[in-house]
Structures are given as C-alpha cells and as structure tokens.
C-alpha cells in the first residue's frame, strides 16, 4: 500500500479516475470497475473519493472487492503503487474515530451522533452492537477501550482491511502547473485557507465547497465525491461533485479527468 502521507501527489498522470462516494453499495461499485477496466490504460491512476462505506450495509465486501481490484490494477505491466489511492471521508473518518472512543471526552455523545451519521451498519459488518459498545461508553474510559480493542480485533481478522484504512489519503493532488492541475477531495475545502491547512475541511467541509468561484490554490478544479446536501452530480467551471446519490437510492458516479481538471468524460451506475 502507499505510504501514509497526508496527501497523494499523482505525479504526472495520464488520466484519472474518479470515483464518488460508494456508500457500501456493493452492486453499483462491481459496475463502475467493470467500467474502468475495459478503459484503463497504462500511467492512469484510480482516486476513491471517500466514503467507501457507511450507510450501506456491504461493507466487509466492498473493501473486500476495492482491495481485489486493486490487485488487479497492480498486476499489470508497469503499474505502480500510487496509481490506486484511498481518500478520507466521513465516513471511514467515523470508523477510525469510533476505535479510540476512549478518547472522546463525552464517549457517549459522541457515540449516538456517529450512530445518527450512519457508522451503524459499518459496526454491524465487523460483528459490533451498538448496545454494548453504548453501555461500554457508559462504563468509563476502560470498559470502553475494551470494547473498542473487540472492534479493532474484528476488523484485523479480515486481510487487508486494516491496511487500507491506514492508507486513507487527505486529499489528492495533479500539479498545480501553469496549465492548471486538480485537486480530488471528500467533501469540500475552505477557500478561505490554503491547502495544507484544511484539517478535516476535506470531509466535512461542504458549504465551503459552493463558495469556490474561481481557481482554488492553482488549481483549475476542485473534486469532490460527496454533497452532504446531496443535490445530485453537478459541474461548474471550477468544481465538480460525483455524487449521484449512491447508497441512497441513486447512481454511483465516475469521472474520467485529465491532469489539468479537464473533465473527459462521466458515467453513472
């Protein structure tokens, strides 16, 4: 897997593909991979926008099914590394907060409002009650690591999965170049602040996202996989949201881009 570096510098790519928010639906992924594999070629590189799971109940066979076509991506000749990357959403932002809930100076509030965002389903999957991990949250920090370290446990149990969520990417990132570039994020950026000081803007920052009306840090456009306010899959001059309303009722989306934010081509499944 790719280091753990904050951002994935794309390097110089021949296109990329983008993929929004999966949501865990397992039949509408299957068809955008089979998409890609039919176009993919050499130097092209595979960003998912976060939010791979939550909501839907498919987990465990979803990072199951991103972990295999990604092998399948890397078995190829001259294929590296970097071509496949993972970025941070909410949802896996949940997750990994969920594991050190022992942490949390309200556990227990903030336990409810992850169950309320949709990490319940993702407990599920791994074997996890929120019952007990609530009455855990109740019983102090000790009960509560305990319980936590059971939900580490389960998760560990299946290959791969620990790897990738300890891959997840910021943000990822062609140029910015005096051509332009794009920047592939979860949800949103402020574009009050610069880049390398967005903290968790990246998946949670929404409403600063509309405001983006020009080039964003040199970037010629800003890519998102996630509308909180799930207005559906929308491109403008300076920003695009691939977010079809998967694991809601609606279509996975994918962008084919160029290195300098053009936008190629988009499909739904």
Not at 46 to 61: R, S
Not at 101 to 108: C, E, I, M, V
Not at 231 to 254: M, N, P
Request: charged share 20%; proline share 5%.
């Amino acid at each position: 897997m790719p280091g753990t570096d904050k951002f994935a510098d794309l390097g110089r790519p021949r296109r990329i593909w983008a993929v929004g928010a999966i949501h865990a639906q397992i039949d509408r992924l299957g068809g955008v991979h089979e998409l890609i594999a039919s176009r993919f070629q050499p130097g092209d590189r595979i960003v998912y926008l976060g939010n791979m799971i939550g909501w839907g109940t498919a987990v465990i066979e979803t990072i199951d099914t991103l972990l295999a076509f990604r092998r399948a991506v890397l078995a190829a000749q001259g294929a590296m590394a970097g071509d496949v990357v993972y970025l941070r959403g909410g949802q896996e932002e949940m997750w990994q907060k969920l594991l050190q809930l022992q942490f949390a100076p309200n556990p227990g509030e903030v336990f409810d409002w992850m169950l309320r965002q949709g990490v319940a389903p993702t407990l599920a999957a791994y074997g996890g009650l929120a019952e007990l991990g609530m009455a855990s949250a109740r019983g102090g920090a000790m009960a509560t690591g305990r319980w936590t370290q059971s939900m580490r446990a389960a998760m560990q149990a299946h290959p791969g999965h620990e790897n990738l969520f300890s891959a997840l990417r910021r943000a990822a990132h062609a140029g910015p170049t005096e051509a332009g570039g794009v920047l592939l994020v979860s949800a949103g950026v402020d574009p009050s602040r610069p880049f390398g000081h967005q903290g968790d803007s990246f998946w949670w920052g929404g409403a600063g996202f509309a405001r983006i009306d020009e080039p964003y840090g040199g970037f010629r456009r800003v890519v998102r996989g996630f509308d909180p306010a799930r207005q559906g899959l929308r491109v403008s001059d300076f920003t695009a949201t691939l977010d079809g309303g998967c694991g809601f009722g609606g279509h996975l989306v994918c962008g084919c881009l160029s290195p300098t934010g053009e936008i190629l081509d988009l499909f739904q499944v």
